[in-house]
């Protein structure tokens, strides 16, 4: 009874999306059509008094501007029926103002994949999580199209309350304090493994400060933590680390275990130099403390810029 009730409920959330996204159309293609802007704003409030009168509030002038909008920028039907079986009309409404076309479809399949509430998908947009993904993707091979969107850079761990002044195990001991969180903040599909992994080689002791698994990509992931800059040395590090996961963890059917450096601050042009992606090695920078809001759009903005200048350098040579 409960899976039926729950079964209705979908399908009754998609039909009227759709239903919103065939009038917004209708509207745009067939009753504007290339209308002066005035004429057209008049024609629109006319439309929604009629349709308000007839059937009900979801036509007032505001919600009707909104399925017009919708039927803008979701060109694709077919991809509108496929969403709309998860996503709800609340969660297209959130996705409306973004200005972007893959980040707001990045949006969408997140919703789509990970059955995302409109509060969740409102806070990864605040977060600029598409942003920062997107960051992260110059580190990663183009062939291995499955890494892409899976890290993000930077990491925003504000959540652990750390304060201005802390050493490597505290940050580890919080970390796993407000493990859930962290996963969340990692992504979906991470899964955590261990906590100083132990690995004797040489007959010499070597700790491994975090080991988490990915389901979907079926590899294990080595995770570093340094409270400072990012130094050419941590990669050999990770690399030795990685080699032994290889020999000793990695099981049948899993594929190469990767690893990421979280850093206080990155080193880009180091990482770029260094090819660490070729290892399977991403480094990214975590914030403990989050700047205004403003602040923070305006860095990620700049981050963002400057992957988006080194992805085309890379090209160039």
Known sequence: MEQSKHQVSIQANSAITILFWQVGNHINQDILENKRAEYAKLIVSTLSTQLKEQYGSNFELRNLRRMMQFAEQF???????????QLSWSHFIELLPIKNPEAQLFYAN?????????????????????ERAAIANIQTIPSEQNLQYTFKDPYLLDFLNLGNAYLEKDLEQAILFELEKFILELGKGFTFVERQKRMIIDGEDFNLDLLFYHRKLKRLVAIELKLGKFQ?????????????????????????????????????????????HKDGIMVAEYWTELPPKKQFEEKIHLLLTEAKERIERKKML
């Open 75 to 85: 060109t694709d039907s077919q991809i509108v029926v496929t969403l709309s079986r």
């Open 110 to 130: 997140q919703v789509n994949s990970h059955l995302m509430s409109v509060r969740d998908l409102r806070k990864q947009i605040v977060a600029k999580t598409f």
């Open 232 to 276: 050419a040395k941590h990669k050999g590090q990770m690399e030795l680390y990685l080699k032994w996961l290889d020999k000793y963890e990695k099981q049948e059917g899993e594929n190469t275990p990767i690893g990421l450096i979280l850093c206080a601050e990155s080193s880009r042009e180091q990482i770029e130099l260094l090819e660490m």
